[in-house]
């Protein structure tokens, strides 16, 4: 899909391109694509849970719930894994500044 929406979209080069994701395959479409690739943590399938749901867990289950996505979403290759949406900004600025030196992904 990464591929697709590129070409549609007139994208290029592939590098400038974040895949931002909350699982595993999609973390794996965005690097396989040479993309720069974000893992969603807290807001994504490995926490599972509402807003409401997260604040009723203990601190210790909040904690080991959230780890466990990082560790996943890391595992899977992904560049960068944030708690949410609201964090990508800062990572964008260090794509950015990564790209500025001349690193891909």
């Known amino acids: 899909m990464v591929w697709l929406n590129a070409i549609r979209l007139d994208?290029?080069?592939v590098e400038a391109i974040v895949k931002v994701d909350d699982t595993v395959d999609g973390i794996r479409e965005g690097t396989s694509a040479g993309c720069w690739a974000v893992g969603l943590a807290e807001?994504?399938?490995y926490v599972a849970l509402n807003e409401e749901e997260i604040?009723?867990?203990t601190d210790d289950d909040y904690e080991r719930k959230l780890e466990r996505s990082y560790n996943i979403l890391a595992d899977a290759g992904a560049h960068y894994v944030i708690n949410t949406i609201c964090d990508l900004p800062p990572v964008l600025e260090d794509i950015n500044r990564r790209l500025a030196s001349g690193e891909k992904p």
């Open 11 to 13: 994208v290029n080069p």
């Open 43 to 45: 807001t994504g399938n």
């Open 55 to 57: 604040l009723a867990l």
